[in-house]
């Protein structure tokens, strides 16, 4: 009986490598994914309310207004958790523009400003609860997931927004409260980013990508009696919201301190004469 020729010895060889090689593919495969690769977003939703902006007259000093509320809700489904990682997922919020006047008639104008935002010297500021940074809340707004865990977790994590300011009818550096407010106008965009947190080592996975705005344009005459002053007067439905195909990175100014709430000023600027600081920022 004859031995193998060479050619069968390469060959019984070159199986062999074949096998080994597919055996490695085939490992590699099976190897298990990582926490960023097997975290799925089932749904998101988000909306405006339909109804259109309130306005309250029932107070002789202010006139309050109550817009329509924001929305946004995502089911997630988190793989199981190796190790003692704990992982927090929910909502993060910055405001990157804001326009909010109201008028006195010939007197001026108070605003209500985000002077490193104006003055273009960041791009958006935290618009977190000013408690749990960077996070927009912690009831709903947030889940935290600890490890080590065996299965996949669904959860669910909702969040909404919106305006509620009251406005004096007189001029607010006065001592007089002789109704003198001629209008309201407000214009602020917001994004919204589903987040997933790592606590241990501050990984961030941003999920999904909202935008969206808020806009009202109230009249007001200050000669007519309380109740009758002021008529919303554009818009009655708000810009809906919308789910961005492609993420952002989050600014990094969304992340910190401090968060528009602590960081706004209300200014008074004259028609004529220098702009006066009516309230400073908290921080």
């Not at 929305?71 to 326009?99: D, F, K, S, Y």
């Not at 006047?101 to 985000?114: D, H, I, R, V």
């Not at 305006?163 to 409260?177: I, L």
């Amino acid at each position: 009986m004859r031995l193998s020729s060479p050619p069968d010895l390469w060959t019984l060889l070159w199986i062999v490598l074949l096998f080994n090689a597919m055996g490695c593919i085939q490992s590699i495969r099976c190897k298990p994914k990582s926490f960023r690769d097997s975290i799925i977003v089932l749904e998101v939703n988000t909306c405006i309310d339909n109804n259109p902006t309130s306005i309250d007259e029932s107070n002789s000093v202010v006139l309050r207004y109550r817009t329509p509320h924001f929305r946004a809700h995502a089911q997630v489904l988190v793989p199981p958790v190796a190790g003692q990682e704990t992982w927090t997922i929910g909502w993060i919020q910055a405001c990157n523009h804001m326009e909010f006047y109201n008028t006195y008639g010939n007197k001026g104008m108070s605003s209500w400003e985000l002077p490193d935002l104006r003055d273009g010297k960041i791009q958006a500021i935290s618009d977190s609860d000013g408690v749990n940074y960077p996070w927009y809340g912690n009831t709903t707004e947030t889940c935290t997931i600890v490890g080590p865990t065996k299965k996949d977790s669904k959860f669910t994590v909702s969040m909404n927004d919106n305006f509620y300011p009251s406005v004096t009818w007189g001029v607010p550096v006065s001592d007089s409260n002789v109704p003198q407010l001629s209008s309201i106008h407000r214009d602020q965009s917001f994004t919204t980013w589903l987040v997933a947190i790592n606590q241990a080592t501050s990984e961030t996975l941003v999920l999904q990508t909202i935008r969206w705005r808020m806009r009202l344009h109230i009249k007001v005459d200050p000669e007519k009696p309380l109740g009758h002053r002021a008529i919303l007067n554009e818009p009655v439905a708000q810009e809906q919201p919308q789910i961005l195909g492609k993420n952002e990175p989050i600014p990094a100014n969304a992340m910190v301190k401090p968060n528009a709430n602590d960081a706004q000023v209300l200014m008074w600027r004259p028609k004529n004469g220098d702009p006066v600081v009516v309230i400073p920022p908290k921080y």
